[in-house]
């Protein structure tokens, strides 16, 4: 008898990872490859193919997927609205899941990669029963909200899509295709730009640290800190949790 697993899929706008679960929690294949060549070949081709031979390799049986995105996702997890840090077309999702489903026999959902991620850290860090906000600074700025012990998702499936309010540079347009969004000063995509401004001679990785007294970190410093604020007195939260993501 196949043994039983379970597959996660956490696509980037560079990179995309691939963890394959047995019923234990224990990793039984985890792998980190270029999103543009898994989807070379087309959105459903690639990860059909990903899943595949990875299924045949370990010979397991799939019980479940998901599939973390940057995007916003329809309240019944099964198709994308829009995917503003990411270099696919919302539309190219529209069978995804009913074609996975259809191979692998069982559910498949999408899900806002933030929403994964705070799931994660919550459970982690035991907090399940407190009201936790997450904001990860990624490729745009990721904010998601855990309330009565689950993420609050919505009417409509969206809540939380901080990064796209307009409190940001009217004069810089954001890459949801709106004008002055929060993310046009608060996101990994802003501060890279900053960082290719300056042609500097160090990798980014030490941006923060060789730039810890120019105005531009206190500016953007200062503008993450009023969002979490913010954030923080819309919900009346007890505890806020705030982790810095990485620009991957
Ligand atoms: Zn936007």
Known sequence: MKRKAFIGIDMGGTHSR???LDKDKNILHLEKLLT????SNGLIEGISSLIDENVHRLNVKVERVIIGLPATISKDRTSVLSTPNLKVDAHEFDSLVSSLESQLNCKVELERDVNLQLAYDVEALKLTDKNVIGCYVGTGFGFSVWINNDIYVGANGVAGEIGHIPYGDDGKVCGCGKKGCLETLVSGTQLKHEYESQ????PISDFFSQQSNQSYIDRLVANLAKAIVTSVNLF?????????GLLT
Do not use: Q, T
């Open 36 to 39: 543009l060549k898994l989807i």
């Open 236 to 244: 009346d939260l007890m505890l806020s949790y705030w982790v810095e």
């Open 199 to 202: 042609n500097a001679s160090y």
């Open 18 to 20: 691939l963890c394959v």
